[in-house]
């Protein structure tokens, strides 16, 4: 193992296996904290995938410095933190305690912390996070149910969460290439600053701040700053050249789309499904909690279905989210939405479905910790930052695609099919 990863949502690590397998790293996914005597086979990369985003920061900080250990041990010579390239986190974390923990973990060097992710819209521009021609702080982000971002300065973001000095590379710098860059990381250190925002606006410039980042212990980031991170390994003679992609076969059998994410994406790919003929199914919190929406009864509905792949969704607007939350409480309204979506997912597995397209990192979590899922063979991309995936040690293979709530063109629950 060269590269350890440890990531906060399940469709995060997935995204990030995808880029670090393109980029020709025999790459596995481990779904939570693997087990001491774990085989990750002779997989260059290894990517934990937590469900630690939203939980309280404590918790957070204890799973990740429990998957860096595990990584570190099984030999990961550089470790990364990967989180959201939209840098949602609460006020308090946990993008800060959890990245102030491993920095000190890993001896307390200088470290990075990159979310951009070009190819999905995701800049970095003098500290502030674009997402396409928005700032963050006026995209649909602003209403995210669990993690609103009203600030577009990472730096000020950053700085409230963690004791760690925040700094700050521009572009100017990274414009100037790798060389330039490592010398801004060294005046950092010189300054005191123990993690610093650097600007990404291209695919070339998070290549050259993946070289300038060789020898660092840490990285953080989104999954975009990993595509200049392989390189490093085979130019030190420890990576082989790229290899073709490996060959990816989908379980036959029936599909099913669940999709928990109310993301502005989302909602979309909904409403584009919809009216391209796509059986749907609407979930409401509100009735799951009085016991009128049961999984059993959605099961039924799904069966009943014939021609399209059914669609069982709870998106919503923001303001229906806010009601439902106001109700329910904050966290509890989606949680009842995950639970009753994985026990869908595992009743579903009984009567011959074994394609699932689950749209939201939570959701994500939840479906295939119920149905599972330990770890997963990363296969074609059906768009950025998003693969098809088979389940590995299961006795019935499962495909799964694991969609972040924000990622995919409109028509992603209609295309994504075409590839199994």
Known sequence: MLLGAVADDLTGATDLALSLSREGM????????????FDYGDAEAVVVALKSRTIPSPEAVALSLDACRRLI??????IFFKYCSTFDSTPEGNIGPVAEALHAELGGALTLACPAFPANGRTVYRGHLFVGDMLLSDSPMKDHPLTPMTDSNLVRVLQKQTALKVGLVTRDVVGRGIKAIGTAFEYAADRGEEIVIIDAITDDDLRAIGQAAAGMRLITGGSGIAIGLPENFRR???????????????????AVILAGSCSTATRRQVSVAIRAGTPALKLDPLDIAAGRTTADKVVDWVASTTGAIPLVYSSSEPEDVKRAQQALGR???????????????????????CRFLVAGGETSGAVVNRLGVQALFIGPEIDP?????????????????????????????LRAWDLV
């Open 26 to 37: 025999r790459t596995v996914q481990v779904v939570g904290i693997p087990p001491a005597d």
């Open 73 to 78: 041990g099984a030999g990961a010579e550089q």
């Open 236 to 254: 030190a003679g420890k990576l082989s050249a790229n290899r073709a992609e490996s060959g990816f076969t989908a379980p036959q059998g029936k």
């Open 331 to 353: 966290d509890r309204a989606g949680e009842l939405v995950e639970e009753l979506l994985a026990d869908v997912a595992l009743r579903l597995t009984s009567q011959g479905y």
């Open 385 to 413: 930052g998003v693969p098809w995936t088979v389940s590995v040690g299961l006795q019935q293979p499962l495909a799964l695609a694991l969609k972040s709530g924000n990622f995919g063109g409109e028509d992603f629950f």
